[in-house]
C-alpha cells in the first residue's frame, strides 16, 4: 500500500507490538534504531539500556519510570567516550550489524 506510519511513544509495550523498526531518541538526536527484537534484546547506547531497565518487560499495566531512565542514563559525558556527545559534537548513527545503529564515534 505504499503506506508508512510515524508512531511517537514511552510506551515500549506497544512499541514492542506494533513497530517495524523503533528509533530511541534522547532530547532530539536518535541514538539507536534496529527492529524491536533487535534493538529490546540487544541494546547497545547508554541511553537505550537506561529505558528498557527501566520498563525490562513490555506491560500496557505498567507505564515506564522516566525518572528511573533518566538516573540509570545519566548525562553523556559520564557514557563512555564512544558514545559521548555535546551540543555541538553529536555522533553519526553506525550500522553496528545488519539494520542495528548505534550512535557513536566510530
Known amino acids: 500500500m505504499n503506506l508508512s506510519y510515524l508512531f511517537i511513544s514511552h510506551d515500549l ?10 528509533a530511541v531518541m534522547r532530547q532530539g538526536p536518535v541514538v539507536e534504531q534496529a527492529p524491536p527484537d533487535t534493538l529490546f534484546h540487544e541494546p547497545r547506547h ?50 553496528v550489524s545488519p539494520g542495528h545503529k548505534v550512535s557513536c564515534h566510530a
Not at 514492542?16 to 523498526?21: F, L, P, T
Open 46 to 95: 547508554p541511553y537505550t539500556k537506561a529505558l528498557i531497565a527501566a520498563h525490562p518487560t513490555p506491560d500496557i499495566h505498567r507505564p515506564i519510570n522516566l525518572d528511573l531512565v533518566s538516573q540509570g542514563a545519566g548525562a553523556p559525558e559520564t557514557w563512555p567516550e564512544v558514545f559521548r556527545f555535546s551540543a555541538t559534537a553529536i555522533p553519526s548513527l553506525a550500522e
Open 13 to 22: 509495550a506497544v512499541v514492542a507490538r506494533i513497530a517495524d523498526e523503533v
